[in-house]
């Protein structure tokens, strides 16, 4: 007896609705369940002991990457983290080459090293996309600073000891040491780039630079004189504060207006070069007024009626 049609129907009915379910299922679980950024493959590697970097190991135990009383640290335990925050900032760390094992590292933040007096060394990884404002401030043994080859975020183009990358379509360094040279290619220097080198004692800025991002010298306090490029319209807030050995200043003809702080501390200044036509504006920019002005022939009067240059100890004309 064969079996009724409608009842072939409301089978074939049945295991398509069976299959177009499983179907759906197996979709949902794809689509709520995205692939998870894998770790890459480490070969494991011991990469420091407790003889040869104390400091890293103190910090890989407080931070959970290995046992508390571990005695090593691999490349297996580092290559899962993705991100820095402050773990490093103040500690006894002279060199952390070992930061090459971090395969994984994406993010670099604000204060992740700062104050680490003793770093000598920084390498940055291959993965690294993001490295906030002021990551390695206040770090004055810092001499050497370069990129992973392999990185196409930063780089350390012409072996410039800092760390580069392109910013509004130009190039900008995000970090420096007592040793950066900055290339004639950089258009911006980032806020807290510099911020604390004390060792710093001249930079040399490429004349096409436009911006020098604020408290970006901060704290440089064997700084003992600064060219402002020409191109650079404003003195960003604190950009030289407290640079206690800055003696002279030269501001180019481009400069608008100083802001305020830019050059609080600034105690040895006796001396500012100002060749503009027009006497740029200063919001509070200087602690004390106790300076020779320096103006182009002509402009004496007209600095010394001004509002703000008023108040400082002369103007001369230049020769």
Same mark, same amino acid.
């Given at each position: 007896?064969?079996?009724?049609?409608?009842?072939?129907?409301?089978?074939?009915?049945?295991?398509?609705?069976?299959?177009?379910?499983?179907?759906?299922?197996?979709?949902?679980?794809?689509?709520?369940?995205?692939?998870?950024?894998?770790?890459?493959?480490?070969?494991?590697?011991?990469?420091?002991?407790?003889?040869? #970097?104390?400091?890293?190991?103190?910090?890989?135990?407080?931070?959970?990457?290995?046992?508390?009383?571990?005695?090593?640290?691999?490349?297996?335990?580092?290559?899962?983290?993705?991100?820095?925050?402050?773990?490093?900032?103040?500690?006894?760390?002279?060199?952390?080459?070992?930061?090459?094992?971090?395969?994984?590292?994406?993010?670099?933040?604000?204060?992740?090293?700062?104050?680490?007096?003793?770093?000598?060394?920084?390498?940055?990884?291959? *993965?690294?996309?993001?490295?906030?404002?002021?990551?390695?401030?206040?770090?004055?043994?810092?001499?050497?600073?370069?990129?992973?080859?392999?990185?196409?975020?930063?780089?350390?183009?012409?072996?410039? *000891?800092?760390?580069?990358?392109?910013?509004?379509?130009?190039?900008?360094?995000?970090?420096?040491?007592? #040793?950066?040279?900055?290339?004639?290619?950089?258009?911006?220097?980032?806020?807290?780039?510099?911020?604390?080198?004390?060792?710093?004692?001249?930079? #040399?800025?490429?004349?096409?630079?436009?911006?020098?991002?604020?408290?970006?010298?901060?704290?440089?306090?064997?700084?003992?004189?600064?060219?402002?490029?020409?191109?650079?319209?404003?003195?960003?807030?604190?950009?030289?504060? *407290?640079?206690?050995?800055?003696?002279?200043?030269?501001?180019?003809?481009?400069?608008?207006?100083?802001?305020?702080?830019?050059?609080?501390?600034?105690?040895?200044?006796?001396?500012?070069?100002?060749?503009?036509?027009?006497?740029?504006?200063?919001?509070?920019?200087?602690?004390?007024?106790?300076?020779?002005?320096?103006?182009?022939?002509?402009?004496? *009067?007209?600095?010394?009626?001004?509002?703000?240059?008023?108040?400082?100890?002369?103007?001369?004309?230049?020769?």
């Amino acid at each position: 007896m064969e079996t009724p049609f409608y009842k072939q129907i409301w089978f074939l009915g049945g295991i398509a609705a069976l299959v177009i379910f499983v179907l759906c299922f197996v979709a949902i679980d794809l689509v709520g369940s995205p692939d998870e950024d894998e770790v890459p493959d480490v070969e494991m590697e011991v990469i420091a002991t407790l003889q040869t #970097n104390e400091p890293l190991i103190k910090i890989a135990r407080q931070q959970g990457w290995i046992e508390a009383d571990a005695t090593e640290l691999t490349s297996v335990d580092v290559a899962p983290i993705d991100s820095i925050g402050t773990i490093f900032s103040g500690s006894d760390l002279q060199s952390l080459a070992e930061l090459r094992y971090f395969v994984s590292l994406k993010e670099i933040h604000a204060d992740a090293f700062a104050n680490a007096n003793q770093l000598k060394e920084i390498v940055i990884p291959a *993965n690294v996309s993001v490295i906030d404002y002021g990551a390695f401030a206040n770090c004055p043994a810092l001499e050497a600073m370069s990129v992973d080859t392999a990185n196409t975020h930063f780089d350390s183009r012409d072996n410039c *000891n800092g760390i580069i990358c392109t910013w509004k379509g130009k190039l900008m360094l995000v970090a420096g040491c007592k #040793n950066t040279v900055l290339s004639d290619r950089v258009y911006h220097i980032a806020p807290h780039a510099f911020r604390g080198c004390k060792q710093l004692a001249s930079i #040399n800025f490429p004349e096409r630079m436009e911006s020098i991002g604020d408290s970006a010298f901060m704290d440089c306090s064997a700084l003992k004189e600064v060219s402002v490029p020409q191109g650079v319209r404003f003195v960003e807030p604190g950009t030289f504060i *407290n640079c206690s050995a800055l003696t002279t200043l030269n501001l180019p003809k481009s400069i608008e207006r100083l802001q305020k702080n830019a050059f609080k501390g600034c105690t040895s200044l006796t001396k500012i070069v100002c060749p503009k036509k027009f006497p740029p504006i200063i919001d509070e920019a200087f602690e004390s007024y106790n300076i020779t002005v320096y103006v182009p022939q002509g402009l004496q *009067n007209k600095y010394f009626s001004d509002k703000f240059w008023k108040f400082f100890k002369d103007v001369k004309e230049l020769n």
